[in-house]
């Protein structure tokens, strides 16, 4: 997964210390994938779940109702015995902070439905080390999390490519937004997003627009 270090105008754990967290990031998804893949495989999943404290909801009888995650944990534990301690996923000395301890909302029936898990709640894990640091917290908008082309980006990109995703700059006096930046090994790719419908052919210029062709239309995109 790409590292996001830079999103919109939110502070980002990675400005202090540049060199530091990607690494850091790597060691720790790889160390939380081995613990959750193998608590999956060894059909031990509450170990790594999170336990939703939300209050319990009652039925029109009075007789309570189990959450999902508490009926499927009675389950895994005999009459007599002690109650696991679940530990979080995430180390409390990298960051300490529920929203990051992997939460099981169901059970994956297949490595497969595991992965899309562990990748959705590694995006969360991004998005939040990319607006605060270890004393401050960003405000962050909820479409952000909802944002498809953040998530392709950040899912589908190997780990060692480092992503500015419409990153603000403060340039003299004025603030200045940019599209999207990705850092590579050896390459720096300014991306610049252009849509329109299918069949459409864009052409660059000199000037500082593109000409989009369909058909026998044509016109001037920005």
Same mark, same amino acid.
């Given at each position: 997964m790409a590292q996001l270090i830079k999103l919109y105008d939110y502070i980002?754990?990675? %400005?202090?210390?540049?060199?530091?967290?990607?690494?850091? $990031?790597?060691?720790?998804?790889?160390?939380?994938?081995? /613990?959750? &893949? !193998?608590?999956?495989?060894n059909d031990s999943s509450h170990s790594v779940m999170k336990v939703s404290h939300a209050p319990d909801l009652n039925t029109e009888d009075g007789n309570e109702k189990k959450p999902f995650l508490k009926r499927f944990k009675s389950k895994r534990i005999k009459a007599g015995e002690e109650t696991p301690k679940l530990n979080p996923l995430v180390n409390d000395t990298a960051i300490e902070d529920?929203?990051?301890?992997?939460?099981f909302t169901t059970i994956p029936k297949t490595m %497969?439905?595991? /992965?899309?898990?562990?990748?959705?709640?590694?995006?969360?894990?991004?998005?939040?080390?990319? &607006? &605060?640091?270890?004393?401050?917290?960003?405000?962050?908008?909820? !479409?952000?999390?909802?944002?498809?082309?953040?998530?392709?980006?950040?899912?589908?990109?190997?780990?060692?490519?480092?992503?500015?995703?419409?990153?603000? $700059?403060?340039? /003299?006096?004025?603030?200045v937004e940019l599209d999207i930046i990705l850092i590579?090994?050896? %390459?720096?790719?300014?991306?610049t997003l252009i849509e329109e419908l299918d069949d459409t052919v864009f052409t660059g210029s000199k000037e500082k627009f593109w000409v989009a062709r369909r058909g026998d239309h044509e016109k001037k995109s920005a």
């Open positions: 980002s754990l990675y %400005e202090h210390d540049v060199y530091r967290y990607p690494s850091q $990031f790597i060691h720790l998804k790889k160390q939380q994938w081995d /613990k959750v &893949s !193998s608590a999956w495989e529920e929203e990051l301890q992997f939460p %497969e439905d595991l /992965k899309l898990l562990f990748l959705d709640y590694i995006y969360r894990f991004q998005i939040r080390w990319a &607006s &605060s640091t270890l004393r401050e917290k960003s405000i962050v908008d909820q !479409s952000v999390y909802r944002d498809q082309l953040l998530r392709n980006f950040v899912q589908r990109l190997p780990d060692h490519y480092l992503l500015l995703y419409r990153p603000v $700059f403060q340039l /003299k006096n004025a603030q590579g090994t050896a %390459e720096i790719y300014c991306i």
